[in-house]
């Protein structure tokens, strides 16, 4: 009887543990790198996440991977885009940078 109340025990345990190592998120992180001195608003799934000015980055940001986002760089104060919108997929447990140029 100890055997079959043991042994789903241990199963459960191991499942617990390997989804528990699984990385369920990217980092991304954005340079401006603007040749006309304009600070850029960074849309990121359609909500301003954070502004970088000229020649600077932004901090690193945890998002969801392996979903498509959208991403925008808009010039701060103006309804201008600056670079033409992506779709960047993350993978998880990876940073990657994006910029745009201005």
Same mark, same amino acid.
């Given at each position: 009887?100890?055997?079959?109340? %043991? ?5 459960? %345990?191991?499942?617990? !543990? ?5 990385? &369920? *998120?990217?980092?991304? $992180?954005?340079? *401006?790198?603007?040749? +006309?001195?304009?600070? $850029?608003? =960074?849309?990121?799934? /359609?909500?301003? %996440? @954070? +502004?970088?000015?000229?020649?600077? +980055? !932004?901090? @690193? ?8 986002? +959208? %991403?925008?760089?808009? =010039? &701060?104060? &103006? !309804?201008? $885009?600056?670079?033409?919108? !992506? &779709?960047?997929?993350?993978?998880? /447990?990876?940073?990657?940078? $994006?910029?745009?140029?201005?």
């Amino acid at each position: 009887m100890k055997n079959k109340i %043991l042994l789903p025990v241990f199963f459960i %345990l191991a499942s617990i !543990s390997f989804s528990a190592c699984r990385k &369920t *998120n990217g980092k991304v $992180y954005f340079r *401006n790198l603007s040749a +006309t001195n304009a600070t $850029y608003d =960074i849309i990121w799934d /359609g909500a301003k %996440l @954070t +502004t970088v000015g000229p020649g600077q +980055t !932004s901090d @690193t940001y945890e998002e969801s991977c392996e979903v498509q986002h +959208t %991403l925008d760089f808009k =010039i &701060t104060n &103006t !309804s201008q $885009y600056a670079c033409s919108q !992506s &779709t960047p997929s993350l993978e998880c /447990g990876k940073t990657v940078e $994006y910029s745009c140029s201005y």
